[in-house]
Nanobody
Framework: LQLVESGGGWVQPGGSLTLTCTAS????????IEWFHQAPGMERKGISC?????????FGEDSMKARFSISRDIAKNTVTLRVEDLKPEDTGIYYC????????????????????WGQGTQVTVSS
Protein backbone atom coordinates (compact mmCIF):
# COMPACT_ATOMS: atom_id res chain seq x y z
CA LEU A 1 0.00 0.00 0.00
CA GLN A 2 1.32 3.43 -0.95
CA LEU A 3 -0.14 6.71 0.26
CA VAL A 4 0.27 10.16 -1.23
CA GLU A 5 -1.11 13.35 0.32
CA SER A 6 -2.04 16.41 -1.68
CA GLY A 7 -3.92 19.68 -1.28
CA GLY A 8 -1.67 21.56 1.10
CA GLY A 9 -0.52 25.12 0.60
CA TRP A 10 -0.72 28.62 1.99
CA VAL A 11 -4.04 29.94 3.22
CA GLN A 12 -5.15 32.97 5.16
CA PRO A 13 -6.71 32.59 8.60
CA GLY A 14 -10.37 31.77 8.28
CA GLY A 15 -9.87 29.98 4.99
CA SER A 16 -10.39 26.34 4.22
CA LEU A 17 -8.52 23.46 2.59
CA THR A 18 -9.28 20.00 1.34
CA LEU A 19 -6.48 17.49 1.81
CA THR A 20 -6.56 14.23 -0.08
CA CYS A 21 -4.85 10.96 0.70
CA THR A 22 -4.63 8.80 -2.41
CA ALA A 23 -3.86 5.12 -2.00
CA SER A 24 -2.45 2.71 -4.53
CA UNK A 25 -1.47 -0.92 -4.51
CA UNK A 26 -4.43 -2.05 -2.41
CA UNK A 27 -7.97 -1.00 -1.65
CA UNK A 28 -8.49 1.10 1.46
CA UNK A 29 -11.58 -0.94 2.38
CA UNK A 30 -9.45 -3.21 4.58
CA UNK A 31 -7.71 -0.38 6.41
CA UNK A 32 -8.20 2.21 9.06
CA ILE A 33 -6.91 5.56 7.81
CA GLU A 34 -6.00 8.47 10.02
CA TRP A 35 -4.92 12.05 9.42
CA PHE A 36 -2.19 13.48 11.63
CA HIS A 37 -0.98 17.02 12.13
CA GLN A 38 2.60 17.82 13.01
CA ALA A 39 3.17 21.41 14.01
CA PRO A 40 6.73 22.79 13.82
CA GLY A 41 8.82 21.30 16.61
CA MET A 42 5.94 19.17 17.89
CA GLU A 43 5.00 15.51 17.75
CA ARG A 44 2.41 14.19 15.35
CA LYS A 45 -1.08 14.45 16.70
CA GLY A 46 -4.05 12.48 15.46
CA ILE A 47 -6.95 14.48 14.09
CA SER A 48 -9.45 12.01 12.78
CA CYS A 49 -9.63 8.52 11.38
CA UNK A 50 -12.06 6.56 9.28
CA UNK A 51 -12.72 2.87 8.87
CA UNK A 52 -12.27 1.96 5.25
CA UNK A 53 -14.89 -0.78 5.30
CA UNK A 54 -17.90 1.11 6.63
CA UNK A 55 -16.89 4.76 6.82
CA UNK A 56 -17.19 5.08 10.60
CA UNK A 57 -15.35 8.22 11.69
CA UNK A 58 -13.56 9.18 14.89
CA PHE A 59 -12.16 12.49 16.11
CA GLY A 60 -9.42 13.19 18.60
CA GLU A 61 -11.47 15.85 20.34
CA ASP A 62 -15.14 16.70 20.02
CA SER A 63 -14.19 20.30 19.31
CA MET A 64 -12.50 19.15 16.11
CA LYS A 65 -15.81 18.16 14.60
CA ALA A 66 -16.67 21.83 14.20
CA ARG A 67 -13.81 22.46 11.77
CA PHE A 68 -12.67 19.07 10.47
CA SER A 69 -14.48 16.48 8.43
CA ILE A 70 -13.19 13.21 7.04
CA SER A 71 -14.62 11.07 4.28
CA ARG A 72 -13.63 8.27 1.97
CA ASP A 73 -14.25 7.53 -1.70
CA ILE A 74 -13.93 3.82 -2.34
CA ALA A 75 -14.08 4.20 -6.11
CA LYS A 76 -11.18 6.67 -6.10
CA ASN A 77 -9.40 4.92 -3.20
CA THR A 78 -9.01 8.20 -1.37
CA VAL A 79 -9.60 9.68 2.06
CA THR A 80 -10.25 13.38 2.31
CA LEU A 81 -9.83 15.77 5.22
CA ARG A 82 -11.68 19.04 4.96
CA VAL A 83 -10.53 21.81 7.27
CA GLU A 84 -12.63 24.94 7.79
CA ASP A 85 -11.84 28.24 9.56
CA LEU A 86 -8.12 27.63 9.50
CA LYS A 87 -6.03 29.14 12.28
CA PRO A 88 -2.29 29.89 12.47
CA GLU A 89 -1.88 26.97 14.88
CA ASP A 90 -3.07 24.65 12.12
CA THR A 91 0.22 25.30 10.33
CA GLY A 92 2.35 22.21 9.89
CA ILE A 93 2.65 19.01 7.94
CA TYR A 94 -0.40 16.82 7.50
CA TYR A 95 0.12 13.10 7.10
CA CYS A 96 -2.22 10.27 6.34
CA UNK A 97 -1.47 6.83 7.66
CA UNK A 98 -3.10 3.44 7.32
CA UNK A 99 -3.05 0.03 8.93
CA UNK A 100 -5.18 -3.07 8.54
CA UNK A 101 -8.51 -2.96 10.36
CA UNK A 102 -8.89 -4.85 13.63
CA UNK A 103 -11.39 -5.04 16.48
CA UNK A 104 -10.15 -1.87 18.21
CA UNK A 105 -11.31 1.29 16.37
CA UNK A 106 -8.56 3.04 14.44
CA UNK A 107 -8.40 6.15 16.60
CA UNK A 108 -7.16 4.09 19.55
CA UNK A 109 -4.12 2.92 17.61
CA UNK A 110 -0.84 4.50 18.55
CA UNK A 111 1.26 6.40 16.04
CA UNK A 112 3.77 3.54 15.95
CA UNK A 113 1.03 1.07 15.03
CA UNK A 114 0.52 2.57 11.59
CA UNK A 115 2.72 0.78 9.08
CA UNK A 116 1.87 2.86 6.02
CA TRP A 117 2.52 6.60 5.79
CA GLY A 118 2.45 9.23 3.13
CA GLN A 119 5.19 11.81 2.72
CA GLY A 120 3.04 14.61 4.12
CA THR A 121 1.69 17.84 2.74
CA GLN A 122 2.61 21.27 4.13
CA VAL A 123 -0.10 23.67 5.26
CA THR A 124 0.79 27.24 6.17
CA VAL A 125 -1.83 29.52 7.69
CA SER A 126 -0.82 33.15 7.86
CA SER A 127 -1.91 36.58 6.78
Amino acid sequence: LQLVESGGGWVQPGGSLTLTCTASGETLESYGIEWFHQAPGMERKGISCISGNDGTTYFGEDSMKARFSISRDIAKNTVTLRVEDLKPEDTGIYYCAADPLRSVPCFYWGVSEFDYWGQGTQVTVSS
